[in-house]
């Protein structure tokens, strides 16, 4: 039974969150041979602020020269 935790800025709308967990989902029923009811899947949002790359938080704006 896979559980799969997807974390994200915010931002996706419904429709691309269920689009993602659809891809997901089938690519693992394809790889594990699970069932489609067996995978769980949560989308975690964080704020820019919660996350830092390189040493600089993503809400700084010397992070958005620093890559995605």
């Known amino acids: 039974m896979p559980f799969v935790r997807i974390e994200l800025f915010p931002g996706r709308t419904r429709d691309q969150k269920a689009a993602a967990a659809k891809a997901v989902t089938e690519a ?24 830092a790359v390189g040493g600089f938080l993503k809400d700084e704006p010397a992070a958005a020269s620093k890559g995605p």
């Open 28 to 51: 693992l029923v394809n790889t594990l041979g699970t069932g489609p009811q067996s995978v769980y899947i949560t989308f975690w949002e964080m704020q820019r602020e919660d996350c």
